[in-house]
């Protein structure tokens, strides 16, 4: 049984920064495609960062954003620094079952619950 948790949102200011995780069980992180996707009020479910034989991100994210993982751990992370209100979403980890990485929302499996990530002005 898959199953992924997302830890590490909150709220900030605007220039803050937070570390999200996203603890895999019952998965490999190192053998599949792991990302990170944001979804804010009315808006649809976008990419942010992936990780699977590299890295890539989205273009808002870039220079601001680092995805890692730790495979020992099964886990993966997501720091984000300098911090905008247009951050502000709900953020979810997702993966799947290949190493290849896509943009798309539809192309992965499985999914954590979220966690909310919350930049004030």
């Known amino acids: 049984q898959v199953q992924l948790v997302e830890s590490g949102g909150g709220s900030v200011h605007t220039g803050g920064s937070l570390r999200l995780s996203c603890v895999a069980s019952?998965?490999?992180?190192?053998?599949?495609?792991m990302g990170w996707f944001r979804q804010a009020p009315g808006k649809e479910r976008e990419w942010v960062a992936l990780?699977?034989?590299?890295?890539t991100y989205a273009d808002a994210v870039k220079g601001r954003f680092t995805i890692s993982r730790d495979n020992v751990k099964s886990t993966v992370f997501l720091q984000m620094n300098s911090l905008k209100p247009e951050d502000t979403a709900m953020y979810y980890c997702?993966?799947?079952?290949?190493?290849?990485?896509?943009?798309?929302?539809?192309?992965?499996?499985?999914w954590g619950q979220g966690t909310q990530v919350t930049v004030s002005s």
């Open positions: 990780i699977g034989r590299g890295t």
């Open positions: 019952g998965y490999s992180v190192s053998r599949n495609c």
């Open positions: 997702a993966s799947r079952a290949d190493v290849l990485c896509w943009t798309g929302v539809t192309q992965y499996k499985y």
